[in-house]
Structure formats: C-alpha cells, structure tokens
C-alpha cells in the first residue's frame, strides 16, 4: 500500500521561515513526481509546486515563485518544501502527493496519493 505522510507544519510570523517535510512509502520501482498543495476552507485545493523524479525539473506557482523551494532526497523518499518570506496568505492546509508518471503538474487530478495534510498559519 503506498502512504504519503506530511510533516513541518506549524504557527510563523510572516517573514519567517518554515520547511515542511513529505516521505512516501510503495513506490520502490517507479519513477514518480510529487507535488505540494495548499486548501483554505471554502476554496479550491491549488498546486504550490512540483518535481520530477531526479530532481530536475520544477514548476511553482506565480505566488509563491523566489519564496519556495522545492527538492528531494530520494534515498531517503522524502520530499521538501522549504518556505521563505512567508505571508498570512500562505496559510493553509499543505498536502504531499505523488503521481505514478513522470509527467509534472500542478491539477491535483494529476495525482493518485495524497497525504493527510500539514496546517500552515503565518500571522500577521
């Protein structure tokens, strides 16, 4: 069974710093790429970023683009999001997902699992 779980999330002041962690369990074999999302009550889930399996290549959302960083230890199956500058408006429910194709995106259809979420809440 493949399991997607979450960690790093917490209360920052905005300008701070917070670095969340992802470890993803059943995918020995597959090349996969992961992402990380971000749902407020009330909206859609949306895309923060994402990244191929070797690393390589990344995408971000308009918003959140100098301020997150994205990367990977695959030896470890862990997946990063280190957040810089944060605002109130990064606050949120942060999920890890990964998808079993190589293609990258930031449509949450795009993914097949999902972790239980990490909540984020920058104040002002």
């Known amino acids: 069974q493949v399991q997607v779980v979450e960690s790093g999330g917490g209360l920052v002041q905005a300008g701070g710093s917070l670095r969340l962690s992802c470890t993803a369990s059943g995918l020995t074999r597959n090349k996969y790429s992961m992402g990380w999302f971000r749902q407020t009550p009330g909206k859609e889930r949306e895309g923060v970023s994402c990244i191929n399996y070797s690393g390589v290549s990344t995408y971000y959302r308009d918003s959140v683009k100098g301020r997150f960083t994205v990367s990977r230890d695959n030896a470890k199956n862990t997946l990063y999001l280190q957040m810089n500058s944060l605002k109130p408006e990064d606050t949120a429910m942060y999920y890890c997902?990964?998808?079993?194709?190589?293609?990258?995106?930031?449509?949450?259809?795009?993914?097949?699992?999902w972790g239980q979420g990490t909540q984020v809440t920058v104040s002002s």
């Open positions: 997902a990964a998808a079993g194709r190589v293609s990258l995106s930031l449509l949450p259809s795009h993914y097949d699992y």
